[in-house]
């Protein structure tokens, strides 16, 4: 049995386009869920910086992660928020404990 993988991805919003970005990241939600392989899919934002968006995200393989990263829904995320957003780093991480 493979261990599943873990993202964390955080997406910084122009202080402009915060509700922008959050509109289109909610959209990304539901249809992400079905997909296969998604075990988790949670979205929060920041309680002090509203601009501020994180994704914890559990797959079942690699190779689902990546058929979510070429979805269509994905994709329309990226043009939609074109411009809109700051800084976007996505982590690996691995459970220790």
């Known amino acids: 049995m493979t261990t599943?993988?873990?993202?964390?991805a955080n997406i910084e919003a122009k202080a402009d386009?915060?509700?922008l970005v959050k509109s289109e990241l909610l959209k990304l939600v539901e249809p992400t869920r079905l997909e296969a392989g998604c075990i988790q899919y949670?979205?929060?934002?920041d309680n002090s910086n509203p601009a501020l968006f994180t994704f914890v995200e559990?797959?079942?393989?690699k190779a689902l992660l990546q058929a979510h990263l070429n979805?269509?829904?994905l994709a329309m995320y990226v043009q939609?928020?074109?411009?809109?957003?700051?800084?976007?780093?996505?982590n690996e991480i691995t459970k220790i404990a």
């Open 58 to 61: 559990t797959w079942e393989s």
């Open 42 to 45: 949670d979205l929060h934002q």
């Open 71 to 73: 979805s269509p829904h």
């Open 17 to 19: 386009k915060v509700e």
């Open 4 to 8: 599943p993988l873990t993202l964390v």
């Open 80 to 90: 939609a928020t074109d411009g809109a957003v700051v800084n976007f780093k996505l």
